[in-house]
Nanobody, 123 residues
Framework: QLQLVESGGGLVQPGGSLRLSCVAS????????VGWFRQAPGKQREAVSCMSSGGGHTNYADSVKDRFIISRDNAKNTVTLQMDSLRAEDTAVYYC????????????????WGQGNQVTVSS
């Protein structure tokens, strides 16, 4: 059974950086497209970024383009999200999940969520 654990979040000042990691266990991520989602207080969960199963295609929400970079390391069964130039509006709980190939908005083949990881951007 696939389990995903997010880590790397924390408190950072505006303009700072964080690197989130999503580590899979119980199943390989090698043949899965994977996305990052976030949910801010009082808001719907939204897709942030995703990467194709082969790693050759990436997508980003307009709000994070040129600031966030998604990557994967299949040897470590891990997906990461490098977040630079963080803003207060990036504050949210971040989650990773398998997604439909080419569609960051649609989770695929997995009905669960991990615990998520809190990112707080504040001065």
């Amino acid at each position: 059974q696939l389990q995903l654990v997010e880590s790397g979040g924390g408190l950072v000042q505006p303009g700072g950086s964080l690197r989130l990691s999503c580590v899979a266990s119980g199943s390989s991520l090698n043949y899965r497209a994977v996305g990052w989602f976030r949910q801010a207080p009082g808001k719907q969960r939204e897709a942030v970024s995703c990467m194709s199963s082969g790693g050759g295609h990436t997508n980003y929400a307009d709000s994070v383009k040129d600031r966030f970079i998604i990557s994967r390391d299949n040897a470590k069964n891990t997906v990461t999200l490098q977040m630079d130039s963080l803003r207060a509006e990036d504050t949210a709980v971040y989650y990773c999940a398998p997604v439909f190939e080419g569609d960051c908005e649609r989770r695929f083949g997995w009905d669960s969520w991990g615990q998520g990881n809190q990112v707080t951007v504040s001065s």
